[in-house]
């Protein structure tokens, strides 16, 4: 999947608990974005990032935050999970602006 | 913003048949239109992509149009094969940070 790694790939957890995912390129690219997968809704943006320390809401950013510290790792934090955060979650890259979109395999989340 | 809706939400054809799923968006900046195919349990890949500046694009079997003034596009398979079955979703970008904003998603079926 174009050079990216998503970690964990499947996680269960607590409604409350703080949880982490990241994602991991090796393809230098600028831009990355995390989205989430549910029925009936395609893909939605969450967050995403145009260069290390730089980053945007996306369509649904409440309740989430990201960091991107180094232009290979972008993380994504749910800070108090919640069942409506039950979701698969993509990590995405690009080169650019309006480049095309390269999909990780994605992370299969669910609060319990 | 930018909304895409996709129609159909689930399609099957017969081995051999033609399929056509449509997507409109509503933001008239939008000028790349991304299809992506997604297999089970798999990250979306893209499969095709137009700019605004064209109006239909091929590559092999699968070609799609765009019709800027009514603000819509299309996904055409032609010849599908039992490998074409998985879901389909397309996207428009409204020059935004290169943020992309799906459609739904296309459930479709080829039955040999």
């Known amino acids: 999947d174009a050079g990216i790694t998503q970690s964990p790939r499947h996680k269960v957890t607590e409604t409350g608990t703080p949880v982490t995912l990241r994602c991991h390129q090796t393809?230098?690219?600028?831009?990355m974005y995390w989205y989430r997968q549910d029925p009936g809704h395609g893909l939605r943006l969450i967050h995403y990032s145009y260069g290390v320390k730089d980053t945007d809401k996306g369509e649904v950013s409440d309740g989430y935050s990201v960091s991107r510290s180094k232009t290979e790792d972008f993380l994504l934090t749910l800070e108090s999970a919640t069942s409506s955060q039950t979701s698969v979650y993509f990590c995405a890259i690009s080169q650019g602006a309006d480049e095309k979109l390269f999909f990780g395999s994605g992370t299969q989340l669910s609060v319990l | 913003g930018e909304n895409v809706e996709q129609h159909p939400s689930t399609l099957s054809v017969q081995e051999g048949d033609s399929a056509v799923i449509k997507c409109t968006y509503s933001d008239s900046a939008s000028n790349y239109f991304p299809w992506y195919k997604q297999e089970l349990g798999k990250g979306p890949q893209l499969i095709i992509d137009?700019?605004?500046?064209?109006g239909e694009k091929k590559d092999q079997r699968i070609a799609v149009t765009l019709n800027k003034t009514a603000k819509h596009f299309s996904l055409h398979i032609t010849e599908t094969q039992p490998e074409d079955s998985a879901v389909y979703f397309c996207?428009?970008?409204?020059?935004?940070?290169?943020?992309?904003?799906f459609g739904q998603g296309t459930e479709l079926s080829v039955k040999p």
């Open positions: 137009i700019r605004s500046n064209v």
């Open positions: 393809e230098n690219h600028r831009y």
């Open positions: 996207a428009a970008s409204p020059n935004q940070g290169g943020k992309l904003i």
